[in-house]
């Protein structure tokens, strides 16, 4: 959590807590303020997970619209951006194996939210052969790579 506050001062930006239940999410950017505000008596790792959500808008220079597509692929890429940063390759791996695979656990175990441990499975993919982190198009073109031992 100290990293992500250091992150936010270094950017510049106010942190504020606030009652937002009538939002319906538990944390947002405001561009034009450079505030980000988070829902105040959220468990820790509710409020990790929110608070490097919120930074990846900020990162990636995400402006709030009504337009669905748009909000989507922006949640998206939030949620994938801060699960990249608060869940480690090697603390996955213990927390799937021990879990069985159970995401409401591993989110516990990782301390984090559900929803980026299921960010984080969608930045993987299995081949036969090996594990790839954000795999993309091209020779050598990942984050990381397991090669998975029978």
Request: net charge negative; charged share 30%; aromatic share 6%.
């Amino acid at each position: 959590m100290r990293q992500l506050i250091d992150m936010v001062h270094r950017l510049g930006l106010t942190l504020e807590y606030a009652d937002l239940a009538h939002l319906e999410h538990d944390g947002d950017f405001q561009p034009s303020t450079g505030r980000l505000r988070l829902q105040e008596g959220l468990p820790h790792r509710i409020e990790r997970s929110v608070l490097a959500h919120e930074l990846a808008h900020v990162i990636y220079g995400d402006t709030p619209t009504p337009f669905g597509p748009v909000a989507w692929k922006q949640e998206r890429r939030a949620d994938e951006w801060a699960a990249l940063r608060l869940i480690s390759k090697e603390d996955y791996k213990l927390a799937e194996l021990v879990r069985d695979g159970h995401a409401p656990a591993m989110a516990h175990d990782l301390d984090v939210s559900l929803d980026l441990v299921r960010a984080y499975q969608r930045v993987l993919l299995r081949t036969d052969v090996a594990v790839y982190v954000r795999p993309r198009m091209g020779l050598g073109q990942w984050d990381d790579r397991d090669r998975v031992t029978s």
